[in-house]
């Protein structure tokens, strides 16, 4: 029961869009929605604010907010692993490679699936609540984890490595910061990450950069340099061995 209350909750979140915080979904409508009792739901998440300074409503939105990190941040490290691994599988150059998981990327932040325009309004709605940044901190670490692995898998195949003492992670940062700011661009400008641009080299199949893949390669470029001693030989046969994202 608990589980289709949530599922419903979160469902009527993606559905109302970015706003502040979680303070606009009701249990009433969530549970009819869920097509769960009222009095089940307040069992489940039983309190007063007069008595315990936190009513059944707010614990509800708390677990909503949890569960809202956790399904709205995980699509993405996934996605551009599966992209990637068909890339390197056709022996595509490091800018190919850039270019279409960039687009990848910012298509699953971007698209309705994720809606992380919703998580970027709930990072908001935890400024004041110190039980809630640490939620939202412990699903943004998940993700950026997830996605420092994969990118890792991604120099390491292409025979890359950090260069002046920074690290792979702090390359996700920079990414996903730079795919944060876009993100909010794109209710003033819509489209404007995804801005055909003029890029480097030929591009061997698809369509050309975007403006948001021209600024991810720039990071990669200068965050990264060609690998004093490469573990591996970077070649087509060795990449179908390697095209394989880590778990």
Same mark, same amino acid.
């Not at 409508?29 to 929605?33: C, F, L, S, Y």
């Given at each position: 029961m608990?589980?289709?209350i949530?599922? *419903? ?19 009433t ?5 869920a ?7 307040y069992r489940i998440?039983?309190?007063?604010r ?7 409503q ?10 809202a ?5 995980t ?13 390197l599988?056709?022996d595509? +150059? ?6 279409v998981t ?5 298509r ?12 970027? &309004?709930?990072? &908001?709605?935890?400024l ?7 939620? *939202? ?21 292409y025979?890359r490595?950090? *260069?002046? &003492? ?11 910061a730079?795919?944060a700011?876009?993100l ?9 990450a995804?801005?055909?641009?003029p890029? +480097?080299g030929s ?7 975007t ?15 060609p ?9 087509? *046969?060795a990449r ?5 994202? +880590?778990?």
């Open positions: 608990r589980r289709r949530i599922e *419903a909750g979160l469902a009527e979140l993606q559905e109302r869009g970015l706003r502040p915080g979680v303070g606009h979904i009701r249990l409508e969530v549970t009819e929605r097509e769960v009792s009222l009095a089940i739901a998440w039983g309190g007063s007069t008595r315990d300074g936190l009513g059944g707010d614990r509800f939105h708390r677990d909503l907010v949890a569960e990190f956790r399904a709205l941040l699509d993405y490290p996934t996605a551009v692993a599966g992209e990637a691994a068909q890339v599988a056709a595509a +150059p490091i800018e190919d490679l850039i270019r960039a687009a990848t990327l910012y699953a932040l971007s698209g309705d699936g994720t809606n992380i325009g919703i998580v970027l &309004g709930l990072y &908001g709605s935890t004041s609540d110190p039980e809630l940044s640490a939620v *939202a901190a412990t699903a943004h670490e998940q993700a950026v984890d997830d996605f420092t692995g994969i990118v890792g898998w991604i120099l390491d195949r025979g490595e950090m *260069a002046n &003492g920074l690290s792979v992670r702090d390359l996700v940062v920079a990414i996903t730079l795919a700011g876009f909010i661009r794109h209710g003033v400008e819509p489209g404007i995804l801005r055909p641009v890029g +480097p591009p061997s199949s698809g369509s050309g950069w403006l948001f893949g021209f600024c991810t390669w720039a990071l990669v470029d200068r965050f990264t340099r690998a004093a001693h490469l573990v591996e030989p970077v070649t087509h *046969a179908p061995r390697s095209a394989v994202p +880590p778990p």
